[in-house]
Structures are given as C-alpha cells and as structure tokens.
C-alpha cells in the first residue's frame, strides 16, 4: 500500500551558489557516508550529486508529511547500490519501503520518493 509520495526540484545553480555561501553547506546536507562519494567527483559532478541528494531528502519529508524541520539532512542517507541505483535508508522509518528516483539536467534535478508499507 502506497503510503506518501513526495517530488522535488532544485536549480543546479541555487546549490553552486549555496556552497560558495557558506562552505558548511555540504556537511549539512550530507550524512559521511554521502560525503565520501561526494569528494571523489568533478566539480561539475558535485553540484548535480548534492543537488540530488537535496532534492531526494526534500522529497522524502514531503512523502512522509513533516517537512525538513521535523526531519534532519542527516537522519537521511542516500547511497547507491552496486548497479549504481539510489536507495534510501531514514532513521526511524524503517518500517517503509522507501523508492527513489533522482535525474538531472543541464540546470535542474529532480527526485521523486514512494513510500511503501503495509
């Protein structure tokens, strides 16, 4: 049974701009794990990765209803499984089975969550 379902879409360039703010940015958005794919990429990359990721965390408080807020950066993790798949794990809710879907372009990314339960 579909319990939430939650979308988002972040400018690449309001990321750029938001680390070039405030160097913490990435430390804030990302859980350690996250932040070890990160570093090993180009800088173009990084933008589209974190970007990602943003949107992805976004998505999943807006499926499950609370927002960021009620929910930290850091109580959701995105990592990729061994075909290169995103797949989130989110403290406290491992009752869900949780879907993701993340894309880019040139000047956006977009994440889409489904929550799954019984």
Excluded: C
Excluded at 24 to 48: A, D, P
């Amino acid at each position: 049974m579909i319990k939430g379902i939650g979308i988002d879409l972040i400018e690449l360039e309001r990321i750029k701009q938001s680390i070039k703010r405030n160097p913490r940015f990435v430390q804030r958005i990302l859980t350690g794990k996250e932040q070890n794919r990160y570093e090993t990429l180009n800088s173009r990359r990084r933008i589209e990765f974190l970007a990602g990721r943003f949107a992805a965390k976004e998505a999943f408080a807006k499926a499950v209803g609370t927002g960021i807020g009620k929910l930290s950066f850091q109580d959701i993790e995105v990592l990729s499984n061994a075909e290169g798949a995103p797949q989130m794990q989110v403290t406290n809710y491992s009752s869900l089975i949780i879907w993701v879907a993340i894309t880019h372009s040139a000047e956006h990314a977009v994440a889409q969550v489904v929550l799954e339960g019984m």
